[in-house]
């Protein structure tokens, strides 16, 4: 195979319509092992294929770019900077953007390997056309520029080339192309800024960061929206919150919250101002931040109890996320019956609002109720409890009427209550909702095993199978029921009888179904 893979490249040399022959070689590619491919390319030479890809017969182009894509594969980065970086450069001008993005993510490849990404640094033509590529139309080929810029952003040396050189006054001068292309130079910037302190030190010299920063305050309320989700994600590090605190944009943030209620248009970028403090309250301290911020929390309280449902959602997720740490906890309770009353609004929510706010209430009150075994104090214990009732008149009603709902989504959120672990809050940092799941909810606390016992056929509808309508439930249930046998206190407070169904529902699975004998009759037909 490897014979013929040379004979068609060989042949695709002196012909003009070399369609057939490229459908050929690349079914031969496809076919071909890459270890095999990577034994006999080194010999070979692709500048035919680099060549026919230059026509404007979009079939040829497709042909060659697969091919290539197949071929480059095999072969190591260095090999390819050292014998196709000039190819490469070319298609950075091609005028059909799968040939761009095969040449940037080459690129890619190259300055991932520390002995070929010499070859790129030194090229800054090739390096100025790459940056040119974030202000294409087509946003997959600015993506993947902004991705291979930003891989090269990870040692020193690239950060001396991107900001110490002309290609600085390149990557300012694409910003100038639109509003658009303004912010995707800004996400490349807020990515090379959350690496470390030496590559934030090198987008702060560069003026860049600071102009990124002036617009939050500016006159437009989308470009504010922009701006705070992406000086968010700079907070997600620490060196990011520290140049931030220094730079007074968390205080300019919390004066935007402050004045949130004069400016009729700050239901624009409200929830995201309120995410950025939720963020730094649990990356840092939330006693500190809500100490020295007091303005964030009393918004998310008034947010939890008004009427917009976006707002509401936002509170009841910043709350969740809040109130996933101890401390967080401890928060709260300071402020006494304002929590209170959030809290049973949360569960007037659960039991009223629309499915998804409903789904995000029982996130938020699992997060909330978490307690992990090593803090079962008897403070904390009293705490959780006092919340749990100030849900409903009947908490275990309420969550059992939503757990019996032929709604998955609500069936699996509200047993997740008992076992914690839910991941709703798809929209925070992934940091923080793994801090989320390592909690358990309400089913190792012992105040809430008694309510279990206590209220009538809960025991009876955790180890029944047949109630759970799909996979996920069944999961979901599997989940509370090994939360509960792995809790020191449940044996002691469900007796014996009721430990042992559930230590069988648990040794037999989630899918178990129990086997039905038959007795044949004589005679029977």
């Given at each position: 195979?490897?014979?013929?893979?040379?004979?068609?490249?060989?042949?695709?040399?002196?012909?003009?319509?070399?369609?057939?022959?490229?459908?050929?070689?690349?079914?031969?590619?496809?076919?071909?092992?890459?270890?095999?491919?990577?034994?006999?390319?080194?010999?070979?030479?692709?500048?035919?294929?680099?060549?026919?890809?230059?026509?404007?017969?979009?079939?040829?182009?497709?042909?060659?770019?697969?091919?290539?894509?197949?071929?480059?594969?095999?072969?190591?980065?260095?090999?390819?900077?050292?014998?196709?970086?000039?190819?490469?450069?070319?298609?950075?001008?091609?005028?059909?953007?799968?040939?761009?993005?095969?040449?940037?993510?080459?690129?890619?490849?190259?300055?991932?390997?520390?002995?070929?990404?010499?070859?790129?640094?030194?090229?800054?033509?090739?390096?100025?056309?790459?940056?040119?590529?974030?202000?294409?139309?087509?946003?997959?080929?600015?993506?993947?520029?902004?991705?291979?810029?930003?891989?090269?952003?990870?040692?020193?040396?690239?950060?001396?080339?991107?900001?110490?050189?002309?290609?600085?006054?390149?990557?300012?001068?694409?910003?100038?192309?639109?509003?658009?292309?303004?912010?995707?130079?800004?996400?490349?910037?807020?990515?090379?800024?959350?690496?470390?302190?030496?590559?934030?030190?090198?987008?702060?010299?560069?003026?860049?960061?600071?102009?990124?920063?002036?617009?939050?305050?500016?006159?437009?309320?989308?470009?504010?929206?922009?701006?705070?989700?992406?000086?968010?994600?700079?907070?997600?590090?620490?060196?990011?919150?520290?140049?931030?605190?220094?730079?007074?944009?968390?205080?300019?943030?919390?004066?935007?919250?402050?004045?949130?209620?004069?400016?009729?248009?700050?239901?624009?970028?409200?929830?995201?101002?309120?995410?950025?403090?939720?963020?730094?309250?649990?990356?840092?301290?939330?006693?500190?931040?809500?100490?020295?911020?007091?303005?964030?929390?009393?918004?998310?309280?008034?947010?939890?109890?008004?009427?917009?449902?976006?707002?509401?959602?936002?509170?009841?997720?910043?709350?969740?996320?809040?109130?996933?740490?101890?401390?967080?906890?401890?928060?709260?309770?300071?402020?006494?019956?304002?929590?209170?009353?959030?809290?049973?609004?949360?569960?007037?929510?659960?039991?009223?609002?629309?499915?998804?706010?409903?789904?995000?209430?029982?996130?938020?009150?699992?997060?909330?109720?978490?307690?992990?075994?090593?803090?079962?104090?008897?403070?904390?214990?009293?705490?959780?409890?006092?919340?749990?009732?100030?849900?409903?008149?009947?908490?275990?009603?309420?969550?059992?009427?939503?757990?019996?709902?032929?709604?998955?989504?609500?069936?699996?959120?509200?047993?997740?209550?008992?076992?914690?672990?839910?991941?709703?809050l798809i929209q925070w940092p992934l940091s923080l909702r793994l801090k989320?799941?390592?909690?358990?909810?309400?089913?190792?606390?012992?105040?809430?095993?008694?309510?279990?016992?206590?209220?009538?056929?809960?025991?009876?509808?955790?180890?029944?199978?047949?109630?759970?309508?799909?996979?996920?439930?069944?999961?979901?249930?599997?989940?509370?029921?090994?939360?509960?046998?792995?809790?020191?206190?449940?044996?002691?407070?469900?007796?014996?009888?009721?430990?042992?169904?559930?230590?069988?529902?648990?040794?037999?699975?989630?899918?178990?179904?129990?086997?039905?004998?038959?007795?044949?009759?004589?005679?029977?037909?």
């Amino acid at each position: 195979m490897a014979a013929s893979i040379e004979q068609l490249l060989s042949l695709l040399s002196g012909l003009e319509e070399p369609i057939e022959e490229l459908r050929s070689l690349k079914t031969a590619t496809l076919t071909l092992p890459l270890s095999t491919l990577a034994e006999s390319l080194p010999a070979l030479r692709l500048d035919v294929i680099f060549r026919l890809m230059a026509s404007p017969d979009r079939e040829q182009v497709n042909l060659c770019v697969a091919i290539l894509e197949r071929f480059l594969q095999a072969l190591e980065p260095i090999h390819i900077a050292q014998t196709y970086k000039e190819d490469l450069q070319r298609g950075l001008y091609h005028p059909d953007d799968s040939v761009k993005l095969l040449s940037i993510s080459q690129v890619g490849r190259i300055v991932e390997s520390s002995e070929a990404i010499t070859e790129i640094l030194n090229n800054l033509e090739l390096l100025k056309q790459i940056i040119m590529c974030i202000g294409g139309d087509k946003i997959s080929v600015a993506r993947e520029a902004i991705k291979s810029l930003s891989k090269i952003s990870r040692s020193t040396s690239g950060l001396d080339v991107l900001f110490g050189s002309n290609l600085l006054a390149s990557l300012k001068a694409v910003m100038a192309v639109s509003d658009v292309v303004r912010y995707r130079v800004y996400e490349l910037i807020v990515e090379i800024s959350s690496m470390s302190a030496e590559s934030l030190s090198f987008c702060a010299n560069s003026g860049i960061l600071s102009q990124l920063l002036d617009e939050l305050t500016g006159p437009d309320v989308l470009v504010r929206v922009t701006c705070t989700e992406m000086i968010t994600t700079l907070a997600s590090t620490h060196h990011g919150r520290q140049y931030l605190a220094q730079q007074g944009i968390i205080d300019r943030i919390s004066n935007m919250i402050l004045g949130a209620d004069s400016d009729p248009f700050s239901g624009f970028y409200l929830p995201g101002l309120v995410k950025f403090f939720g963020n730094l309250a649990v990356m840092d301290s939330p006693q500190q931040i809500c100490e020295h911020y007091p303005a964030f929390l009393q918004k998310v309280f008034d947010m939890a109890e008004g009427h917009e449902t976006t707002m509401i959602g936002v509170a009841v997720d910043t709350l969740g996320i809040m109130g996933s740490t101890v401390e967080g906890k401890q928060v709260l309770q300071k402020t006494g019956p304002r929590f209170n009353n959030v809290f049973k609004r949360i569960g007037h929510h659960a039991k009223n609002a629309p499915t998804e706010l409903r789904v995000r209430c029982l996130d938020s009150i699992a997060s909330l109720l978490s307690l992990p075994e090593d803090h079962h104090t008897e403070d904390l214990l009293a705490m959780s409890e006092n919340w749990f009732t100030c849900l409903s008149n009947q908490p275990m009603d309420l969550f059992r009427s939503i757990a019996t709902q032929p709604f998955p989504e609500l069936h699996c959120a509200a047993l997740k209550v008992f076992t914690g672990n839910s991941l709703y809050l798809i929209q925070w940092p992934l940091s923080l909702r793994l801090k989320v799941a390592e909690n358990k909810a309400v089913a190792n606390q012992s105040w809430a095993q008694k309510q279990m016992i206590e209220s009538p056929g809960f025991i009876e509808y955790i180890v029944d199978r047949t109630v759970d309508p799909d996979k996920d439930s069944k999961d979901t249930k599997f989940e509370l029921v090994k939360a509960l046998v792995n809790s020191k206190t449940v044996a002691d407070v469900f007796g014996n009888q009721h430990y042992l169904r559930l230590r069988a529902y648990l040794r037999d699975g989630p899918y178990y179904v129990k086997a039905i004998s038959t007795v044949a009759v004589e005679g029977a037909e």
